[in-house]
């Protein structure tokens, strides 16, 4: 039988700095969750067949989203999650200093449909 091990969210946003790179701290059949610190302006992107929750953790994040053909805004802070569900347009704006954990399948990249810098490398949700 596997150990169980817990995890510290605290000692995991302590123990890195980069921005818009999400780090994988547990598995859940497909699904991962990951930890991600962001500031500022991310990408305008979509996920064409995945969901994602956003829950933040410090900090604060406005979600743009376009739908119908007009953008809409939500922002929310500690405590607060946003479910994006499958193929709507998105843009996450964050405060300084925002962490969240992410709740989305484990193969996700994080820029969606788009390439630049910021793309991370999708994990096996197999490990």
């Known amino acids: 039988m596997e150990r169980l ?14 921005l818009w790179q999400p780090k994988t701290v ?3 059949d497909d699904f991962a969750v990951k930890l991600v610190k962001i500031e500022g302006e991310f990408v305008w992107h979509r996920h064409a067949d995945a969901d994602e929750i956003f829950f933040v953790i410090a900090g604060g994040i ?15 802070g500690p405590g607060e999650l946003l479910r994006v569900p499958r193929g709507v347009e998105h843009l996450p704006v964050a405060l300084p ?3 969240l954990v992410l709740f989305e ?11 630049n810098e910021r ?9």
């Open 5 to 18: 091990k817990k995890v510290s969210l605290r000692e995991k946003f302590v123990s890195f700095n980069e």
């Open 26 to 28: 547990a598995l859940v």
């Open 62 to 76: 406005r979600m743009q989203y376009r739908s119908d053909g007009e953008e809409y805004e939500e922002a929310f």
């Open 97 to 99: 200093g925002t962490e």
């Open 105 to 115: 399948r484990a193969d996700l990249v994080n820029t969606g449909d788009v390439e």
């Open 119 to 127: 793309r991370s490398a999708p994990i096996s949700a197999k490990t």
